[in-house]
């Protein structure tokens, strides 16, 4: 069993940026490739962000390239999204969640086994 925790979500006007980070609860998170999804209120979840267990493999979706990275830190055991430049459409839960495929990034939520609860990300003026 694999414990996730996002946190830094907050309430953020357009333009702005902000860190999110997703902390696991043991160290075999290395071995995980690591998504950030997001869902808005009446809207299906969409893949935001992968990257594999080496951190050498990064996917992003269309709407967040040139604005969001992902990064990973071993030794700390957390996973961060970088996101630049955010739009009022960027607003949503933004959970993270593992998947055992650990050289595969994906997009798509089935793959990933293990999920956090997520972080609220609202942003608006």
């Not at 940026?17 to 299906?44: D, H, M, N, T, V």
């Not at 990973?72 to 996101?83: F, N, P, S, T």
């Not at 994906?106 to 293990?114: A, G, I, R, V």
């Amino acid at each position: 069993q694999l414990t996730l925790v996002e946190s830094g979500g907050a309430l953020v006007q357009p333009g702005g940026s902000l860190r999110l980070s997703c902390a696991a609860s043991e160290s075999r998170l290395e071995y995980y490739a690591i998504g950030w999804f997001r869902q808005a209120p009446g809207k299906e979840r969409e893949g935001v962000s992968c990257i594999s267990s080496s951190g050498l493999t990064k996917v992003y979706g269309d709407s967040v390239k040139g604005r969001f990275t992902t990064s990973r830190d071993h030794a700390e055991k957390i996973v961060y999204l970088y996101m630049n430049s955010l739009k009022p459409e960027d607003t949503g839960n933004y959970s993270c969640a593992a998947s055992s495929s650990g050289s595969i990034c994906t997009s798509f939520p089935n793959d990933f086994m293990f999920w956090g609860r997520g972080t609220q990300v609202t942003v608006s003026s």
